[in-house]
Structures are given as structure tokens and as C-alpha cells.
């Protein structure tokens, strides 16, 4: 879905499976499973690409292109976008990380942009941060969308669950 409102198939969830040491306080192992009562029709199968899971020694380099997706609010002023938003992000090292927010888990990564001009904001939480293998090679799940401080502020990145520690568990 491109444009709010405009979904070509709606899923229902069977079930879904949070991680059993989720931290609702700190936020780590910030993630969850959504189980479908039906397999996606082969209908959709022109518009759905897949994106790989990082094996638990993935790494990510700053030659990566790295995307954040999602329908949450363009800035803290809280304006809801009617077309999926898009930013290209860079993926920050675990130092950088604490020196924003202090103790951050092995679990949860940093991506931004250091102006802050580019960051997730609230309502683009659970979505997907997206990394390209250099030289157009495959696309990876890096992160998915978990915390942060405001949206889009200077040296303030937004804070992602790290995919490659839950592989196993997925």
C-alpha cells in the first residue's frame, strides 16, 4: 500500500508471539510475531518482494544504503502523512549510540542522521529498517522500529531492535 486507505488485501492475525523477555520499561527485545490465518494471495505476488533476514554475523557497513518505511507522523508537531514515507538513514556505531541515550542493549541499534533531519517518528513503530548489500546486492532486515528521543533531532537517532540478535528466534 502506497497511499492511506488504499490496501489491495487486508490479513487477519491468527496469533501474535511476543519475545517472552520483552521490556516494556527499557524496550528491549522489542519484538513480535504476526501469524496470518491465510498465506497472502498469489495475486499479490507482483507487488510483494521479499527481504532477507541477517544471519546472527551480519554486519553492516557505511557502504549499506539503509531505509526507514513508514506511516508514522512526519515530525513531532504530529502531521500524518497519507503516502508511505521513506528515509535514508545511516547506521550509527554502539559507541555513538550510548553517547546519545546511555545504556542502550547488544539488542538495539542506532540509525540517523546526525542533523536529525531524517529520523522515524512515533506511529512508524514495529515497521522495518531496511539495508542494501553494497553494489546493489540483496536487501536485509537490519532493524525494525522500536525507540527514540522526540523525532528528528540533532545527535538524537532513532533506536531500532537489532534483527540479526533474533534470527534464531524468528
Known amino acids: 500500500m502506497l497511499t ?21 520499561y527499557t524496550f528491549d527485545y522489542d519484538i513480535a510475531l504476526l501469524q496470518l490465518k491465510k498465506p497472502w494471495p ?7 518482494q521479499p527481504v532477507c533476514l541477517p544471519p546472527p554475523s551480519h554486519t553492516v557497513t557505511h557502504s549499506h544504503r539503509c531505509w526507514v518505511t513508514g506511516w508514522g507522523y512526519r515530525s513531532e508537531e504530529k502531521v500524518l502523512p497519507s503516502v508511505l514515507q ?17 545504556p542502550v542493549s547488544s539488542r538495539m541499534l542506532c540509525a540517523g542522521v546526525s542533523s536529525g533531519e531524517r529520523d522515524a517518528c512515533r506511529g512508524d513503530s514495529g515497521g522495518p529498517l531496511s539495508c542494501q548489500a553494497p553494489g546493489g546486492g540483496r536487501w536485509f532486515l537490519i532493524g525494525i522500529v522500536s525507540w527514540g ?3 528528528g533531532r540533532p545527535n538524537l537517532p532513532g533506536v531500532y531492535t537489532r534483527v540479526n540478535k533474533f534470527t534464531s528466534w524468528i
Request: hydrophobic fraction near 35%; glycine fraction near 4%.
Open 4 to 24: 492511506q486507505n488504499s490496501a489491495k488485501h487486508v490479513a487477519e492475525i491468527q496469533r501474535i508471539v511476543v519475545h517472552e523477555y520483552y521490556n516494556a
Open 86 to 102: 521513506k528515509a535514508e538513514v545511516s547506521i550509527m556505531s554502539q559507541t555513538e549510540c550510548k553517547k546519545s541515550y546511555g
Open 42 to 48: 498469489a495475486s499479490l505476488n507482483p507487488l510483494v
Open 149 to 151: 528521543a522526540g523525532c
